[in-house]
């Protein structure tokens, strides 16, 4: 039992490169969640998705797109990735009995030249 | 959701019982007090819950005020391990087909020294 697994680990992009960052998950969760931490501050969610095939936008989604590919998988693609996208960016599911008890993933630190 | 209020950091000896505090003084009685901590360099991490009792798990121990307003998580042994930022998320519960997002402030940043 991985929980949630992220990849990669580590990416370094150009501005104007798209890239998609995976996320997968084994515990039979409904909801999953892209969020991306920058230096200091807390979490902020990008998109989410309540369940499978559903997907809609959190706090911050510019620039992003996602894609819940099945109920393991939910994807995030970086179109034209810019500067401002640099950060930690972190996948977490949460299953429908476990209230907000929400489990993340390692994440996924991105550097955009 | 309730606003919440930690201190920004707190030191605690290894071995010793780690207190931290959190003041949710506008909590309505259908939110529920959750801690995650993260570790650095790590995604979040679900440590405990509660609504209105006292709660224990393997990791934790979580008292609530009987107004609900304060709550004080208690890491019983602390070890250099447990080094970290620790969120104290006060929300109402959602069940599947919400948002459900946590909201994280800033946290309290525990020291463990040997």
């Known amino acids: 039992n991985a929980g949630v697994t992220q990849t990669p680990k580590f990416q370094v992009l150009k501005t104007g490169q798209s890239m998609t960052l995976q996320c997968a998950q084994d515990m039979n969760h409904n909801s999953m969640y892209w969020y991306r931490q920058d230096p200091g501050m807390g979490l902020r969610l990008i998109y989410y998705s309540a369940s499978e095939g559903t997907t809609d936008k959190g706090e911050v989604p510019n620039g992003y797109n996602v894609s819940r590919l099945n109920k393991r998988e939910f994807s995030l693609r970086l179109e034209s990735a810019a500067p401002s996208q640099t950060s930690v960016y972190f996948c977490?599911?949460?299953?429908?009995?476990?209230?907000?008890?929400?489990?993340f993933g390692p994440g996924t630190r991105l550097t955009v030249l | 959701d309730a606003k919440t209020t930690q201190p920004p950091s707190m030191d605690c000896a290894e071995g010793r019982a780690a207190n931290l505090p959190c003041n949710h003084s506008t909590i309505s009685g259908n939110e529920y007090v959750y801690w995650y901590r993260q570790i650095h360099s790590q995604g979040p991490q679900y440590i405990i819950h509660g609504l209105k009792n006292n709660e224990t798990n393997e990791m934790a121990s979580l008292i609530i005020t009987e107004d609900r307003k304060s709550s004080t998580l208690i890491l019983p042994h602390a070890t250099l391990r447990d080094t970290a930022v620790y969120y104290c998320?006060?929300?109402?519960?959602?069940?599947?087909?919400?948002?459900?997002?946590?909201?994280f402030g800033k946290g309290t940043k525990l020291s463990v020294k040997p």
């Open positions: 998320i006060v929300r109402v519960a959602s069940y599947g087909g919400s948002q459900g997002n946590l909201i």
């Open positions: 977490a599911s949460r299953g429908i009995q476990g209230l907000d008890t929400q489990y």
